[in-house]
């Protein structure tokens, strides 16, 4: 098989007229371009240079490699500008992966932003618990809290965006009651497979556990006055009808990263879309930590 790096050494020696000036072209000393020469002779077991006081000529045969030798330039050049074009081109399917409550309560109107700056962009949001594996492509790019950056694969780009904390909520009217002196007794409301976290043990709550299968219902239950549960900040304090809990402290989930991996991250639509996603992460950062409202 012909190595395309001798047919670069062929072509810039025929257009040079002398292995001084492919030297100088290519960036590389004269005893490399002749034995690149030699090489592509020996392979092809023809001659494909006269030497001659004024220069090299080519011979019958090099006149012959040079006709394909430029159609192998010409379809290199075709090859490197199409595929370059196309990673580098706004437009093309953008899978991201991330929480739902994340999407749901956070990010879904700066995808629509974004969506609304990039139409060619088809969008594709992997809205899971899940974690998608990006070395198989499973997804592009992957919006996750982590609480230890250390548990991340080493092959994984980390965007660091902000950190995220949590509080126990109820709902306003619950709240109202508790202090009135409602007889209902105040249940703590869990997503079933999670249980009842240990930090939250100190406050009081004389219900037996109300269990839902996924965040939204357990959102919905706490509206609805049903009882307490831990939520993100972003999420309870956002809510007009949930207030933090009296006495209780917030808590740290982790730290919100885009996640990329190997080449894609390198394509211009993932680019454009984690530059994007981190500046409006910054921006939500009092809203993520908790500082954003006051609370009594």
Avoid at 10 to 33: D, M, Q, W, Y
Avoid at 77 to 106: I, K, M, N, W, Y
Avoid at 141 to 150: G, H, L, Q, S, T
């Amino acid at each position: 098989m012909i190595d395309w790096d001798d047919v670069r050494y062929f072509l810039a020696v025929a257009r040079g007229g002398s292995v001084r000036a492919a030297a100088g072209r290519l960036g590389v000393n004269h005893a490399t371009v002749l034995r690149r020469i030699a090489q592509l002779e020996e392979r092809l077991g023809a001659q494909m240079f006269e030497k001659l006081p004024s220069g090299y000529r080519l011979t019958a045969a090099g006149e012959e490699v040079l006709e394909l030798a430029d159609q192998m330039e010409a379809s290199s050049h075709q090859l490197e500008t199409r595929v370059f074009g196309r990673d580098q081109s706004v437009r093309g399917l953008l899978r991201v992966t991330l929480a739902p409550t994340v999407a749901t309560h956070l990010l879904m109107p700066d995808f629509a932003d974004f969506a609304r700056l990039h139409p060619d962009i088809e969008m594709e949001i992997l809205s899971s618990g899940e974690l998608a594996n990006l070395t198989n492509r499973d997804a592009d790019v992957a919006i996750r809290v982590v609480y230890d950056r250390k548990t991340l694969p080493l092959n994984l780009h980390g965007l660091k965006g902000p950190e995220v904390f949590g509080g126990v909520y109820m709902s306003r009217d619950r709240l109202a009651a508790s202090r009135a002196g409602a007889p209902d007794p105040t249940r703590w409301i869990v997503i079933s497979s999670h249980g009842i976290p240990d930090w939250v043990r100190e406050v009081s709550a004389t219900g037996v556990p109300f269990r839902t299968t996924d965040g939204e219902a357990q959102i919905v239950a706490a509206r609805r006055g049903i009882g307490m549960t831990t939520l993100p900040c972003f999420v309870g304090d956002a809510d007009p009808l949930l207030v933090r809990v009296p006495g209780t402290d917030l808590h740290m989930y982790g730290t919100l990263w885009l996640l990329t991996q190997g080449e894609t991250r390198k394509t211009k639509r993932v680019r454009l879309f984690t530059e994007f996603v981190s500046r409006r992460l910054a921006a939500y950062a009092p809203l993520l930590a908790g500082l954003s409202v006051s609370h009594d």
